[in-house]
């Protein structure tokens, strides 16, 4: 069988995690890498065995070998590099989030509609082997109806610095950075529901805290402690037609004890919590119980996520699947967290009544 040929555009943090997946699937040959800084893309070269490496992206697309595209560059070029990519015919898969705005997401999905090829959104957290766990339990009708979910990413102290700070390139904060991650799996575990309502704030009081000492964290290759225009820290309440509700909460940094990553989904017959680690609680003769399973691993491991993740891109590519994260799904989370900015910047609830009412008038 031939092998997919496969290029990556962006050669910075998170290609590695693309690169050493693409790597380990027998089916895929890694044809080619670009990224604006060359040095980049031929160190990345060098390292996986690529033959064409570019540092122009229309040349890149123009390679007609090309079938299959990972874009990895930072967030402002992810609407843009999908849509080149889709209209000179790869498959495409886009690392969270989607893009920065909500016409540049319906744009993309304009595009990805009138095409054959697969668009997959990199939404890893889906395809982490905790994740999968526990979508049995949920699609067995074990934790009945989900009316509720929690989710908490707070950094003490972790904001990356250069493009993570520059809103320009990445279009926010910990909300669309961290809080991508973190309402896209819920809103997935819940059955995705529509969105009725947001009501949102955003804070910018403790600035990127170059200041502290004694405690290390991520920092982004073009770090410069200067430059910081997010937000802090994002809270929301998002309200579903079904009736359900999710709050969540995330921040670079913020005076807390310590880091906290929870992720929680609550049911009329049962819960789950999923982060910082896999657990079932639930009813059964009378007696509560919490159901732990036993698992190679019960926490989200990026390592076999973003395996998983690929190879189900791979699969999708062959036409041997359908993607678990397509665009659709990226313009829902990009109206959801589109929202929470609107609404932290004008102090009110921003409710989607139009969606409602052609829905109703769909049904009709
Ligand atoms: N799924 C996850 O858990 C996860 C984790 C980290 C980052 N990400 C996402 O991955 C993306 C990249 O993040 P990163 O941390 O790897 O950033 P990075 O700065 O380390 O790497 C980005 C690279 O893209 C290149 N680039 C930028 N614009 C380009 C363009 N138009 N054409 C070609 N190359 C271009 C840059 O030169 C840089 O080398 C972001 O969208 C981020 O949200 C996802």
Redesign the pocket.
């Known amino acids: 069988m031939n092998k997919l040929k496969v290029g990556v ?7 590695n ?1 693309h690169l050493d997946a693409y790597a380990n699937n027998a089916a895929v040959e890694l044809y080619a890498i ?4 060359r040095e ?1 893309a031929e160190e990345k070269a060098g390292k996986y065995g690529i033959s064409n490496v570019y ?1 122009d ?1 229309q040349a890149f697309l123009a390679n007609p070998e090309i079938e299959a595209v990972s874009i ?4 402002h ?2 609407a ?2 999908s849509i080149a990519a889709i209209e000179a015919g790869k498959h495409v898969l886009c ?3 989607l893009c920065q705005t909500v016409e540049q997401a319906l744009e993309v999905q304009t595009a990805v509609q009138r095409s054959s090829k697969v668009f997959q959104v ?1 939404f ?1 957290r889906r395809y982490g082997n905790t994740t999968q766990m526990l979508r049995r339990f949920i699609e067995a009708g074990d934790l009945g109806e989900i009316y509720y979910a929690k989710a908490s990413y707070l950094r003490r102290l972790g904001n ?1 610095g ?3 700070a520059d809103k320009k390139r990445s279009g926010g904060g910990p909300l669309i ?1 961290l809080g991508v ?1 973190a309402i896209d799996i819920c809103w997935y575990l819940m059955g995705k529901p529509k969105v009725l309502s947001v009501s949102g704030n955003t804070y910018s009081k403790l600035g990127n805290r170059a200041n502290v000492k004694h405690l290390s964290y991520y920092q ?3 770090y410069d402690a200067k430059h910081n225009d997010v937000e802090d820290l994002a809270n929301a309440l998002i309200r579903f037609e079904n009736g359900a509700s999710l709050m969540v909460d995330v921040s670079f940094t913020l005076h807390a004890i310590k880091n906290d990553g929870t992720i929680s989904i609550f049911g009329t017959k049962g819960g789950a919590q999923v982060e910082p680690e896999l657990q079932i609680a639930t009813e059964k003769h009378d007696i509560m119980l919490n159901l732990i399973p036993q698992a190679d691993t019960l926490t989200f491991d ?1 390592k076999s996520g973003f395996q998983n993740e690929i190879d189900h891109f791979v699969r999708c590519c062959q036409g041997n699947d359908v993607t678990l994260s397509p665009v659709e799904d990226g313009v829902e989370l990009m109206k959801i967290i589109c929202a929470v900015y609107e609404s932290a910047f004008t102090g009110k609830e921003i409710r989607f009544e139009q969606d409602k009412e052609a829905l109703k008038a769909a049904k009709a």
Do not use: Q, Y
Request: charged share 20%; hydrophobic share 35%; with cysteine.
């Open positions: 555009v962006g050669a910075g943090s998170i290609s995690m670009c990224d604006v800084n980049r540092s992206l990895c560059t930072w967030n070029s992810h843009e590099i690392e969270k989030p990199g890893v990356p250069g493009w993570f950075d991650h982004a290759a073009d990026f």
